[in-house]
């Protein structure tokens, strides 16, 4: 079953100084359980992407459907990590009630309940009374994942969720989401510039054309469910995939397959 | 540095221009200089102001002046941070408004006395001229602060689904309170200020009021009780005012707070 459904999505944003087609006719579902990878070069609107999906941005074309409900504002069941995780955190609160935040419909001891397993989850079991000046920028990170999760959002989106932490934090983030999806069975799409980070995390990879981005070949990365950093990455599969994806961020809209 | 080296260390000049002037007035005045008249030593100002502070004075001129004095910055800061956070989050409130805003805060809020003595007279025009005065660093801080929600906090609110009241009272004013803060200093020396302005043109109790009768009395020693009364509350009121500050950014990084006080003046 299809649990989001992008139908001819084009968007152009007018400014005084003529208008911008960021993103364009882009056609593509992600199954329920899924997590899809969309890689793409800087600028491309891979941001515009993932905001026309969440609803933040009307698109001038095209439809978004979640659930087969056409998104019209943003859906209840859906949650996105930012790369600007410092910003995105509530700097004002404390680890716990920032999980716990979003969650207000929900009686006291079930938010408690949700903040605690959402927390330990991210292995940030310990932290809850801190403050998130207090952590190091992949464990703000973690936090924000752990309120993404504790949300229970049927499709969580990251945009470029990796980007800001060094190069050893970024690795121990990346399987950190692996576990996640394979214990929840979460359905996510990823954003990422980075290539070889699409590899390493995606079911399938998404690949998008400079701006105005459009799909330029969907690729199934068969590399099972488990992954490991030393070797999944010096992997035949791995390699072979990353030079393919590469090679078409180069070279711009070639077929394959 | 410990604790008794800091309060040593933020003491020990005061200290010694007190002594100091002790020293040069007691000299002055045994050597019978003209002008020590009108400069009586610490110790005399300290023996006088302990008469009239704790005199019937305090409940018929103290306790009414501070009381107007904190009644009306409590009114600035109430209308000015409700009214900063709806005209900061309102996309065209402030292109229409920031004009007149900063043309009314222009106004020397001493220059409002008269004006006010005029509308409702003399008894009664000290708690809106300091109203009024006190309340344009609050609402205009405010509405900056408001204002500079950033955009991921916005888009995750957005997301989260937020409802008003958590966006206004969770989000918006939270991000706003260190320039809330920052105003709510600004308006309570304004505060203070006016207090005493307005009970020196005219009112029937107040410090300024026996400031002006001191002076009528040719009693330069208690006018100076009275300045010193003032310096004492302004310190007093602003070290509690930052100690509130202090509690309610407690989740700021240390370092950041203290490089704001001195940005906004202490």
């Known amino acids: 079953m299809n649990m989001l459904e992008v139908d001819g999505l084009g968007h152009t944003y007018k400014g005084k100084d003529g208008s911008h087609t960021a993103i364009d006719g882009l056609d593509f579902t992600v199954g329920a359980g899924e997590l899809v990878c969309v890689v793409g070069p800087s600028g491309c609107g891979k941001s515009t992407l993932l905001r026309t999906i969440a609803g933040l941005i009307r698109p001038s074309r095209g439809t978004v459907s979640l659930h087969g409900t056409k998104v019209d504002g943003v859906p ?33 001891t079930e938010r408690e309940a949700r903040a605690v397993e959402a927390l330990a989850a991210v292995g940030l ?57 394979r214990e929840q069975d979460t359905t996510v799409l990823l954003v990422t510039h980075d290539i070889d980070e699409s590899v390493y995390l995606g079911d399938r990879v998404l690949v998008l054309s400079k701006s105005p981005a459009t799909v330029v070949a969907h690729l199934d990365v068969p590399l099972g469910p488990v992954r490991d950093q030393i070797g999944t990455r010096a992997s035949e599969d791995f390699v072979e995939l990353r030079a393919k994806v590469a090679g078409l961020l180069q070279g711009g809209p070639v077929s394959v397959r | 540095m410990n604790r008794f080296t800091r309060t040593a260390q933020r003491w020990v000049v005061f200290v010694a ?16 200089a003209a002008m020590s008249f009108f400069f009586p030593p610490p110790s005399e100002i300290a023996l006088t102001a302990k008469d009239l502070w704790f005199s019937s004075a305090f409940g018929k001129h103290i306790v009414p002046g501070v009381g107007r004095m904190l009644g009306g910055w409590a009114l600035a800061g109430v209308i000015g941070v409700a009214f900063g956070i709806l005209l900061g989050r309102s996309r065209h409130a402030m292109a229409y408004l920031g004009a007149v805003f900063n043309f009314l805060r222009s106004i020397p809020p001493p220059l409002l006395v008269p004006f006010f003595v005029a509308a409702v007279g003399t008894t009664n025009m000290q708690f809106p001229t300091i109203v009024f005065g006190a ?39 939270p991000s706003a309170l260190p320039k809330v803060f920052a105003g709510l200093r600004l308006s309570l020396s304004i505060a203070l200020i006016l207090m005493v302005i307005s009970e020196l043109v ?34 007093l ?18 370092h950041s707070l203290e490089t704001q006080a001195l940005a906004t003046g202490g």
């Open chain 1, 76 to 108: 209840r069941d859906l949650a996105v990590v930012f790369q600007d995780y410092s910003r995105s955190l509530f700097p004002w609160l404390s680890v716990t009630r920032n999980v716990e935040f979003p969650l207000r419909s929900l009686s006291r």
């Open chain 1, 125 to 181: 079991a310990a932290a809850g009374k801190k403050y998130p000046w207090q952590l190091s920028g992949g464990m703000q990170q973690r936090v924000a994942i752990a309120r993404a999760l504790a949300y229970r959002p049927s499709l969580l989106l990251m945009d470029e969720p990796f980007a800001s932490v060094d190069a050893q934090t970024r690795f121990e983030l990346e399987d950190l989401l692996l576990r996640i999806r």
């Open chain 2, 17 to 32: 221009a007190v002594a100091l002037w002790e020293l040069v007035t007691q000299l002055a005045e045994a050597s019978g």
């Open chain 2, 135 to 173: 309340i344009w660093p609050v609402l205009l801080n405010t509405v900056d602060g408001a204002r500079g929600v950033d955009a991921t906090k916005v888009e995750t609110a957005r997301v989260f689904r937020l409802s008003r009241t958590q966006w206004t009272l969770g989000v918006v004013l």
């Open chain 2, 202 to 235: 005219g009112s029937a109790n107040g410090i300024g009021n026996q400031l002006v009768r001191a002076q009528r009395d040719y009693e330069p020693t208690a006018m100076w009780a009275w300045i010193v009364l003032l310096g004492v509350l302004g310190y």
């Open chain 2, 237 to 254: 009121f602003n070290t509690v005012l930052l100690a509130l500050e202090r509690r309610a950014l407690a989740w700021q990084p240390r």
